[in-house]
Nanobody, 124 residues
Framework: QVQLVESGGGLVQAGGSLRLSCATSGRTLSTYTMGWFRQAPGKEREFVAAVSQTGHSTFYADSVKVRFTVSRDNAKNTVYLQMNSLKPEDTAVYYC?????????????????WGQGTRVTVSS
């Protein structure tokens, strides 16, 4: 089992940047495919980005491709989401998630463990 704690959220103006971190504890981080999801007010949770156990493969939602970068440091037990060129529509609570067997990067049910989320607000 792994525990996930997100940080780095906040208020930023459109065009700005934030870096989210997901600190993990418990089982070795390299066991898990890690994903980032977000949920805007009144909307369903949606996939943002994912990174393979080794960090060699990444996958992004079309809406964030080029602007966001997901990475991981297994030695530090931390996963990151660098968010650039932020837009008001990126406003949401961002969650990191870990899955042992992830057959489809964007499928919520493939992830076994979830953090509590960190809020990102982008003002226009």
């Amino acid at each position: 089992q792994v525990q996930l704690v997100e940080s780095g959220g906040g208020l930023v103006q459109a065009g700005g940047s934030l870096r989210l971190s997901c600190a993990t504890s418990g089982r070795t981080l390299s066991t898990y495919t890690m994903g980032w999801f977000r949920q805007a007010p009144g909307k369903e949770r949606e996939f943002v980005a994912a990174v393979s156990q080794t960090g060699h493969s990444t996958f992004y939602a079309d809406s964030v491709k080029v602007r966001f970068t997901v990475s991981r440091d297994n030695a530090k037990n931390t996963v990151y989401l660098q968010m650039n060129s932020l837009k008001p529509e990126d406003t949401a609570v961002y969650y990191c998630a870990g899955g042992v067997v992830v057959n489809r990067w964007s499928r919520i049910d493939d992830y076994d463990y979830w953090g509590q989320g960190t809020r990102v607000t982008v003002s226009s």
